[in-house]
């Protein structure tokens, strides 16, 4: 799974599921881009990967800013002269129940789960069409395809990045660009962190596999949709959750 030459961008790539989703691509070579809200957080993480040996770059992306997206893919190309592999990771909750969730909440999930993986996609389509290759990579969830009672905007956020990968893989197979899905069950993250032992316990009963999941699990998932040992798998949700959901 050599991914040497190849240039990475993974968005919220500071922390959790997208810092060991950077140090797996690094580790296998590529130069990874950590796009980040928090610079200081993006530039610690990438100088950890340096420091390991990898090569690692960080770079202001708030997916929900388009001037900043334009300006980190004009970054990126000015330097690579290439993007290879985009992922499609940050994300954001912002739970209440469904008759209660005020309109704001509703709007800023989908603006930076589901917008800014749109927004990202198109420019990297664009780049990787002219390469006639590429990858792309969007991190989903299991309550994306299950639903989960109180999370109405994040559910529909990672339903929808199902649909708007199917739909790219199918535009863009022609070019050479495989786009595919990643579907984390329960991930032992900050986003996770706030749950309370009660729910923890009932989880558990809930995984065949008994325990909640790594990043690294889910980064191990990333580096083979993103390896040429995956190049005949596109339009897929490939389901990382301990057996939770089949
Ligand atoms: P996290 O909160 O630790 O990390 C989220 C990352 O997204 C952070 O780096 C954050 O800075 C970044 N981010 C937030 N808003 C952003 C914006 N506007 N622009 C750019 N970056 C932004 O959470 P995590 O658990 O590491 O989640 C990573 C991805 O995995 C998310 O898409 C999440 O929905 C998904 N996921 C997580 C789990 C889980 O159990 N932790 C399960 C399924 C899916």
Redesign the pocket.
């Known amino acids: 799974m050599n991914l040497e030459n190849q240039t990475a961008l993974v968005?919220?790539?500071?922390?959790?599921?997208?810092?060991?989703i950077s140090a797996t691509l690094a580790s296998a070579g590529a130069h990874v881009y950590l796009?980040?809200?928090?610079l200081e957080?993006?530039e610690e993480t990438a100088q950890a990967i340096c420091d390991n040996g990898g090569k690692a770059s960080p770079i202001q992306?708030?997916?929900?800013?388009k001037e900043?997206i334009q300006n980190a893919f004009d970054r990126i190309i000015g330097e690579a002269g290439r993007l290879d592999i985009l992922v499609?990771?940050?994300?954001?909750?912002k739970d209440g129940l469904m008759i209660r969730m005020k309109e704001e909440d509703w709007d800023r999930v989908l603006?930076?789960?589901l917008k800014?993986a749109f927004l990202c996609s198109q420019l990297a389509v664009k780049q990787m069409m002219k390469q006639k290759s590429g990858n792309i990579i969007n991190?989903?969830?299991?309550?994306?395809q299950a639903g989960n009672a109180g999370q109405a905007n994040?559910t529909a956020?990672?339903s929808a990045l199902i649909g708007l990968t199917k739909t790219m893989a199918q535009e863009a197979a022609p070019r050479g660009i495989r786009v595919n899905a990643?579907?984390?069950?329960?991930?032992?993250?900050?986003?996770?962190g706030g749950l309370n032992e009660k729910i923890r316990e009932g989880l558990m009963g809930k995984i065949p596999l008994g325990k909640?999941?790594s990043?690294q699990d889910?980064a191990d998932g990333v580096l083979f949709l993103a390896s040429c040992r995956a190049s005949y798998i596109t339009g897929q949700v490939l389901n990382i959750n301990g057996g939770m959901l089949m």
């Open positions: 968005t919220g790539g500071g922390r959790g599921i997208g810092k060991a796009g980040g809200t928090n957080t993006a992306l708030d997916v929900s800013n900043d499609n990771n940050a994300g954001i909750t603006e930076v789960n800014g991190i989903s969830s299991i309550v994306g994040y956020s990672k990643i579907a984390p069950g329960f991930i032992e993250t900050d986003m996770t909640l999941g990043s889910v």
